[in-house]
């Protein structure tokens, strides 16, 4: 993307718009969709609009003072890697995505997937500032805490190289889009869905594992529980209807050469929480019914659906059953499995111009 207007794009004649790397965006347009499932799915993440203000946390600010030592840090420690993770989201989604998309609902729907991860951001921080006397100690401990930033580090390679493919693509240097770009955001797009996918949610669990025990921290456990609809219902949608698009319908060549490289990514995510759950409960111990097996659990519960739909073998032990069942009543669970068989099902004709519907079957 060099021009931010750019009147000789004619796709509009086809209706075809690639999702990435095609001409600079011209017109944005509404009504000559190539993908409807992206239109679909940007008309969902919005109707799920809350302001990260609008949680009253005045009870957790007691709360954190009256928790027992290891409940504090068990908290503490969660928030950290959460507001950690959903900077980083917030700063890489718009920018690493936006300027090689040639798709007019694929850039309103990162557009709004962006501002989803500031609304996250703006929340952890907002618990920050409430729940402690001097919030700069907060800050200066998760910039210290080097066990919870190690689990970041997975995707820092990724994003930087993204970063340097945006840059050029930017001032003009690179015009001409091949397989190595191709390859890049095929890596990023995986990336991506495991931190919020896997990694995030396995995070989640937490948070809720500690207001359910204890009956404190209200406020963060309604915080979170929007920000895991977001995720689940949302974000993660969004990452495999592209992912979907790249592999089943611009039928990228470089997909197949690259199952080993996106296992490794996948399981080096899992491995990242299983090892992350090790140090949390040697650190704090355990709570009443959240322990390390059972976050174990959940982490290879959670992931394999997401294996099974790019097609990427998953050689960890399989877990059929939700460890979590009470988990419900801080989530809304239906948003979770709702976006599962939409990415499946594909039935999205909602103001679709295509007249080749057989194209528009999901084949995860
Ligand atoms: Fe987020
Ligand atoms: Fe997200």
């Known amino acids: 993307m060099s021009k931010f207007l750019n009147l000789e794009n004619e796709n509009y004649k086809t209706g075809q718009y690639p999702l990435f790397f095609g001409e600079d965006l011209g017109l944005f347009d509404s009504f000559n969709v190539t993908y409807p ?3 679909k799915a940007d008309e969902d993440q919005r109707a799920l609009f809350w302001k990260s203000n609008e949680i009253d946390l005045t009870r957790d ?9 290891n409940i504090r840090e068990f908290v503490i420690e969660n928030l950290s890697f959460q507001m950690a993770g959903d900077t980083c989201a917030n700063a890489a989604i718009q920018t690493l995505l936006l300027p090689i998309i040639s798709n007019s609902q694929a850039s309103s729907l990162v557009s709004y997937w962006g501002d989803s991860e500031a609304v996250h951001a703006d929340a952890y921080s907002r618990i920050i500032a409430q729940c402690f006397d001097d919030p700069n100690v907060m800050f200066e401990r998760i910039r210290k805490n080097e066990q919870m930033l190690k689990r970041l580090t997975f995707l820092q390679k990724v ?11 930017l001032t003009g240097e690179l015009k001409e889009f091949g397989s190595e770009e191709r390859k890049q955001v095929i890596r990023f797009l995986v990336t991506l869905l495991c931190l919020e996918g896997i990694m995030f949610l396995a995070s989640f669990t937490a948070t809720f594992a ?6 404190m921290f209200n406020g963060c456990a309604k915080t979170v529980g929007l920000i895991h609809n977001d995720e689940a219902g949302s974000h993660v949608k969004n990452s495999l209807i592209f992912l979907n698009i790249i592999k089943n319908k611009e039928k990228y060549p470089e997909w197949d050469s690259m199952r080993t490289e996106i296992k490794e990514i996948m399981d080096a995510a899992v491995n990242s929480e299983i090892d992350w759950g090790q140090h949390l409960f040697n650190k704090v111990g355990s709570i009443v019914g959240y322990n390390q097996e059972l976050l174990r659990k959940y982490v290879l519960h959670i992931a394999k659906p997401l294996y099974d739909k790019l097609e990427i073998p998953f050689d960890f032990e399989v877990v ?3 460890p979590f069942p009470w988990m419900d009543k801080y989530i809304d669970p239906d948003l979770m499995q709702t976006a599962q068989q939409e990415a499946q099902s594909g039935n999205y ?7 080749d519907v057989g194209n528009m079957e999901f084949d995860f």
């Not at 600010?61 to 030592?69: I, L």
């Not at 004709?349 to 007249?355: R, S």
Request: negative net charge; without cysteine.
């Open 37 to 39: 499932e992206i239109l």
């Open 61 to 69: 600010y007691q709360d954190m003072k009256d928790a027992d030592d």
């Open 159 to 169: 994003f930087k190289k993204q970063g340097q493919l945006v840059g050029r693509v």
């Open 210 to 215: 500690v207001t359910n025990t204890t009956q």
């Open 320 to 322: 059929h059953n939700y």
């Open 349 to 355: 004709l909602v103001n679709a111009t295509l007249d």
